[in-house]
C-alpha cells in the first residue's frame, strides 16, 4: 500500500514567486493535515481537512498560505507570494476516521531565497 | 500553554538501553505519540499512549504518565539503525474540539559501534 506522497520533494524558489506543493494520503483517509518544521524548530500544524472540508486551519502563517482538498482526495498548499520565512520542511499526514494512527510523508523541502 | 520539552541529543552504545523522556503541558491532552525520522525521511509512526501505563512493542517500549505529564522511549538492544531524531507528540484537543499535533523538538539519537 502506498504511503503519504508529496511533491515535490525540493523546491527553489526566489522571493516574490509562487510555488504549490502536492500531498496525496494514503487511500481512503478521510483526515489530512498539514505541518511545517523551520529551520531549528518544531513541527508545528498548519490545518487540517476531513474528507474535503477545512475542520481547523488555526496554524496557518498568514493569508499568504492558500490549501485546497478539493474532491477530498489530494490537497494543494500554495504560498503566493513566497517570503524568506517561509523556507522549510512541509509535511502532509492523513489518517483514517476514527484512527489513532497518523502516518505522515516524507516532505516538501521549500527554500526561498 | 502547549509546551513539550525533550532532550537535544543523546548518545548510546551498540547493544545499549536507552531512556528517551519527553515532558509535556497542554490545555486539552488526548494522547502521546513517538515519531521516529532518519534524516530526510518521513516521520514514522512508533507509538502511542492515551492511558498510564507502559506500552510495549518489540525492542520498543513507550510509557505515560498523565498526571505527571511526562513520557519517556524506551529503546532496548540499541542498533546502528537506531540512529535518528525521535519525536515526541502529544494530542491536544482544541476548545473547538478539533485536535492537533504538538511536537517537541525532538531528540537525536546517535548510536556508536
Known amino acids: 500500500e502506498a504511503g503519504v506522497t508529496q511533491f515535490p520533494s525540493h523546491s527553489v524558489i526566489e522571493k516574490g514567486q509562487t510555488v504549490t506543493l502536492r500531498c496525496d494520503p494514503i487511500?481512503?483517509?478521510?483526515?489530512l493535515y498539514w505541518y511545517r518544521r523551520v529551520m531549528g524548530k518544531e513541527i508545528k500544524f498548519l490545518l487540517h481537512f476531513v474528507k474535503e472540508s477545512k475542520q481547523d486551519e488555526s496554524g496557518m502563517p498568514n493569508n499568504r498560505f492558500l490549501a485546497e482538498r478539493t474532491g477530498g482526495t489530494y490537497s494543494t498548499l500554495k504560498v503566493q507570494p513566497a517570503e524568506l520565512e517561509d523556507s522549510g520542511v512541509y509535511f502532509c499526514?492523513?489518517?483514517?476516521?476514527?484512527?489513532?494512527?497518523?502516518?505522515f510523508g516524507e516532505g516538501s523541502w521549500l527554500t526561498v531565497v | 500553554g502547549q509546551n513539550i520539552d525533550q532532550p537535544t541529543e543523546m548518545t548510546a552504545t551498540e547493544g545499549a538501553i536507552v531512556q528517551i523522556n519527553c515532558t509535556y503541558q497542554?490545555?486539552?491532552?488526548?494522547?502521546l505519540f513517538w515519531y521516529q525520522q532518519h534524516a530526510g525521511e518521513a516521520p514514522t509512526f512508533l507509538s502511542y499512549?492515551?492511558?498510564?501505563g507502559l506500552e510495549e512493542k518489540g525492542r520498543f517500549s513507550s510509557f505515560l504518565s498523565r498526571s505527571k505529564g511526562y513520557s519517556y522511549l524506551l529503546l532496548k538492544e540499541l542498533q546502528m539503525k537506531d540512529s535518528a531524531s525521535y519525536l515526541c507528540a502529544v494530542r491536544d484537543i482544541r476548545d473547538t474540539g478539533f485536535q492537533k499535533l504538538v511536537f517537541g523538538t525532538g531528540t537525536r539519537l546517535l548510536v556508536s559501534p
Open positions: 497542554t490545555s486539552g491532552f488526548n494522547g
Open positions: 487511500s481512503g483517509h478521510d483526515n
Open positions: 499512549n492515551v492511558l498510564d
Open positions: 499526514a492523513s489518517s483514517e476516521r476514527g484512527r489513532n494512527t497518523i502516518y
